[in-house]
């Protein structure tokens, strides 16, 4: 495995950006998970389908297209899905979660057009479906890096705003805090995000990497700061052990990606229930 | 001369065609603690609203710090506190001191992190409401009464000249509202902070306020609570809406 890394720029390529996505998949996630809207990763990432789809077929159609990476066009599809978002719960305000399947079904329907318009599935269309340890290339890495400066930075820059607003939307309105503008960025980096993990994981399993381990990381984090910390280790150590397995067993690295977050989840949780019935059993010893 | 904190003129209010504020006057000074008392649907949480600026009136102004609430941009100058059940989801993984230290958010202003500094000014308030030993602690391992203690830290981590309130107590045990209401009638007292205080109880926290506002659509009465106290029970049950009997504190407790 590791002479193939140092020779294949390939896997260099899938390992580098599995690396990055890792670390900016489960950073963005907690917020994601904590204000309750883990299906907006969901819809996004299928109106990046649509973008994909669509650029497949157009590069069938004109010439100019082919020369266009797909990727561009998923990540442009997820961010105007992310405004469409913002402006539909702006339009139902007692009904802002209708937005999510509308704009859900919308990049399944699209997507759905693209792909009968291109005949069928092509290998193209199932790599970034599920991910694929060969397909990234340098310009893919680059993306990936140019995303995660940006998504870093963000949270660096606006931690504090971030975590008013999901701890307490309405304090952090009275408050004077510019919600908005932290609302519409943090929907823009969100579609980033899940552009950037689409090569690697794949578009249909892009939003587990988000919240599978910050679901583990919030059963045994005390601060916001903990399960920053903890949702991240989970998180790359599932794309490090997904991608070594799906090398070996030459499958889709998204499954085993997802697979792996899981399996850490049910161990999280295990170890969490054997740690708590031990305090029980210990106080019911001091009572005796 | 006292410093107007709040000052409402003429506003009305309607939700679709129903009327749920209409000809409120009201001015809020420096140092004075408000109870706004009123039967449920009265409308204070939609005035609460339009002095917070989450509702427009239909009519009227509504003047902060003696600016047009438009105008007003030193939203740190009034800490809020909510009915707890509707603003915080209790599985949140947050300590007590973050929670505390996200009041200072709007003052550190945009791109600025917070420091050690803004961590102590954090445990300063949670001294202030007898909270610093929890602040290790998960928001959502405490009582109702001891995270309303937290969001009062909050609130008072910025260093408001005003606390506006809405039902803090609601889901808190009588035991608990007693002693939560003599902080901040020490709150008052002590550091000069004035507060508005939204509820339906009608005896023990007017006991504890300078004035009192009855609403129910309008204001039926506002001024110093002897002026209250000394209206009869007939009279609240009145603009109420049904019969009222206020307990006093050696009665034990509040009713309706």
Redesign the interface.
Known sequence: MISALLSYEFLQNAFLAGIIIGLIAPLLGLFIV?R?LALIADALSHVALAGIAGSLYLSQQVLLFSALNPVYFGIGAAVGGSLLIEKLRSVYKHYEELAIPVILSGGIGLGAIFISLSQGFSADLIGYLFGSVSAVSRQDLLVVVVIAIIVTLFI??????L??L?????????????SRFIQLSFMVVTALVIGASMRIVGILLVSSLMTVPVAA??QI???????MIYSVVLGELAVIIGLVSAFYLDIAPGGTIVMTSIFLLLIVIGWKKIRGEKKVLLKKGEAA | MNKTLIELEDIHFRYEQRIVLENIHLKVQEGEFWALIGPNGSGKSTLINII???LKPNHGTVKLFGEDIEHF?K??L?G?V?QKS????S?????VL??VR?????K?G??K??TKADEQIAMDALKTVKMDAFS?K?IGELSGGQQQRVFIA?ALA?KPKLLVMDEPTVGIDQQNVASFYTMLNELNREYGIAILLVTHEIDLVTELASHVACLNRSIHFHGVQADYERMGDEAISKWYGHPVRRLHQSEGGTSE
């Open positions: 904590v309750r660096y820059l606006f931690y504090k705003e975590f008013v999901s701890f307490d939307a309405e304090y952090s309105k009275v408050s004077g805090v510019n990381a919030m984090a005390k601060s916001f700061k903990q399960a | 917070l600026g989450l941009h939203r740190e009034i809020y909510s509707n603003s915080f989801n599985g949140f993984p947050a300590t973050e929670v996200s009041g200072l958010t709007r550190k945009l791109l992190r917070f290790g998960n909050r910025g």
